[in-house]
């Protein structure tokens, strides 16, 4: 079974620009979860989608967001970016999202690097 | 949200067996306990789960007291590949319902 797949691993802006970071599930998993990685603030919650729902959002501005498409599918984009929005973007699937035994599997991340 | 503290760093030297303890006083009743690994520039990587007493699989222990505001993760006989990050994490549901914390970055040496 293929694990979760992240798009794509680098990636160099300039900020002001727009990005889109793309992540595909495991096979199955319909919850998709997105998490920001810096050394200063750790691993930091973005946001959780289930058929295609935004469930949970953490505290970050509104140039963060995301959707989920019907195949489970999730993307997220950092719209006018700033350098502090350089970090390591994580993506994790898990299924059932409704069992208290919610174990999330992780892609390698897509690292951004904003100058 | 259940808030988690586990010790900044460790050291060990292989083949020793190395104890990380995570404190969880706000634990909810129907949270888990999930640990977590991570390697430099990759993804966390699930090790571990449970909800109370001990859970034993292929590469590690959990040990959960009656109380369960704490639990121990139990690495037998570390070696160098097991220096990493472990993430202890208390949760339910879903993602948005728990936190990871700091970690712990654990060190082996030979």
């Known amino acids: 079974k293929a694990g979760v797949t992240q798009t794509p691993r680098y990636l160099i802006k300039t900020r002001g620009q727009q990005v889109t970071l793309s992540c595909s599930p495991i096979?199955?998993?319909?919850?998709v979860s997105w998490y920001q990685q810096t050394p200063g603030q750790g691993l930091q919650f973005l946001f959780e989608?289930?058929?295609?729902?935004?469930?949970n959002k953490g505290n970050f501005p509104g140039r963060f967001s995301g959707r989920q498409f019907s195949n489970s599918r999730s993307e997220m984009n950092v719209s006018t970016l700033e350098l502090g929005d350089s970090a390591l973007y994580l993506c994790?699937?898990?299924?059932?999202?409704?069992?208290?035994?919610?174990?999330?599997?992780f892609g390698a991340g897509t690292r951004l690097s904003v100058l | 949200l259940a808030k988690t503290t586990q010790p900044i760093s460790m050291d060990s030297y292989e083949g020793q067996e190395v104890n990380i303890t995570c404190s969880h006083n706000?634990?909810?009743?129907?949270?888990?306990i999930t640990w977590y690994q991570q390697f430099p520039s990759q993804g966390p990587r699930f090790i571990i789960q449970?909800?109370?007493t001990k859970v034993t699989n292929e590469v590690a222990s959990l040990f959960i007291p009656a109380d369960r505001k704490s639990s121990t993760l139990s690495l037998p006989r570390v070696s160098l590949s097991d220096t990493a990050v472990y993430y202890c994490?208390?949760?339910?549901?879903?993602?948005?319902?728990?936190?990871f914390g700091d970690g712990t970055t654990l060190t082996v040496k030979p």
């Open positions: 994790a699937s898990s299924s059932p999202p409704d069992s208290f035994e919610n174990i999330q599997y």
């Open positions: 096979s199955g998993h319909r919850s």
């Open positions: 989608y289930f058929s295609e729902t935004q469930r």
């Open positions: 706000n634990i909810a009743t129907n949270d888990y």
């Open positions: 449970g909800y109370k």
């Open positions: 994490l208390v949760g339910g549901t879903n993602a948005g319902k728990s936190t």
